[in-house]
């Protein structure tokens, strides 16, 4: 039960990090600060400069799982703590897709220093990946553009995880638009 719980817990923070909007900059970076609620709790990098698209893209040759923990159009609750208005918010799973998950040490490739242990990029986001997971260790070009300086970086291989990401729509716990 607690092993599915953390799964849980990690698909929706990967969701929350990959795939979801986080609504607009404007909304997001007013009263912005550096404390706790914008940082990422396990890396200690600053989430200020999350910059999803409000779109329901998804990255090319992701695929949709065959049997999701939470189908498409359930409701969920987001467990993570990342971003500001995250934590606690009530999700409308929007898509689900079976992906590998990795942590990432990259340098942005718009300055500044370097960043460990960045979770999370997905296998679709990493142009070496192909159709294999990448092993530990490995030196990667990631694809993502979801924080500033990430397209194009190259970054280590910390650690991965075979899993499933959603694609959700909520409205923040702060309040605001609903984020699609």
């Known amino acids: 039960m607690k092993k599915n719980i953390s799964a849980i817990a990690f698909t929706l923070f990967i969701l929350s ?54 189908e498409v159009g359930s409701n969920a609750i987001i467990t993570a703590n990342h971003m500001k208005g995250v934590d606690g918010a009530e999700a409308t799973i929007k898509g689900a897709y079976q992906t590998t998950a990795y942590v990432i040490s990259y ?18 986001e990493i142009e070496e990946a192909g159709g294999g997971n990448l092993e530990e260790g490995m030196e990667v070009t990631i694809t993502a553009s979801h924080m500033e300086g990430t397209n194009g970086a190259k970054a280590i291989i910390e650690s991965k995880n075979s899993t499933t990401v959603y694609l959700v729509d909520y409205i923040p716990t702060t309040g605001g638009e609903k984020v699609t």
Do not use: F, R
């Open 17 to 70: 990090l990959l795939l979801v909007a986080c609504g607009n900059n404007e909304n997001m970076n007013e009263g912005t600060n550096t404390g706790p609620s914008n940082m990422d709790s396990d890396s200690g990098e600053s989430m200020d400069s999350m910059n999803h698209a409000e779109s329901s893209d998804i990255p090319e040759g992701l695929k949709e799982a065959n049997n999701p923990t939470y």
């Open 107 to 124: 340098t942005p490739t718009s300055g500044g220093e370097k960043v460990d242990n960045h979770k999370w990029v997905i296998q679709e």
